[in-house]
């Protein structure tokens, strides 16, 4: 069974970089097809596809977030993290890191999610 753990700072104050990490348990973040995806649903509003990193430790970025965002990984943690720079209140939301299965085309696991407010 694959679990998914996100963990963060829970408050962050405006201006500074939000730093996010999914903990990964009982299956490899370099297993081939499998890529690690991070979204988050702000309050009232639909889920928002920020994006992933994959199994070779490629990279791939919503154009929504692509300006102040980045990813990266820890093989030996078997963890991947986000990285959001310049929040603001609106990125006040619940971040969500999953796995996304490339060969069947969906999320099959989800992490319980970590709520994240911006306010100073």
């Known amino acids: 069974q694959v679990q998914l753990q996100e963990s963060g700072p829970g408050l962050v104050k405006p201006s500074q970089t939000l730093s996010l990490t999914c903990t990964v348990s009982?299956?490899?973040?370099?297993?081939?097809?499998?890529?690690w995806d991070w979204i988050r649903q702000p309050p009232g509003k639909g889920l928002e596809w920020m994006g992933a990193?994959?199994?070779?430790?490629?990279?791939y970025y919503s154009p929504s977030f692509k300006s102040r965002t980045s990813f990266s990984r820890d093989t030996s943690k078997n963890q991947f993290n986000l990285h959001l720079n310049s929040v603001t209140p609106e990125d006040t939301a619940v971040y969500y890191c999953?796995?996304?299965?490339?060969?069947?085309?969906?999320?099959?696991?989800w992490g319980q999610g970590t709520q994240i407010s911006v306010a100073s």
């Open positions: 990193i994959g199994y070779m430790g490629e990279t």
């Open positions: 999953a796995r996304w299965y490339g060969s069947l085309n969906l999320y099959d696991y």
């Open positions: 009982g299956g490899s973040i370099t297993s081939n097809y499998y890529f």
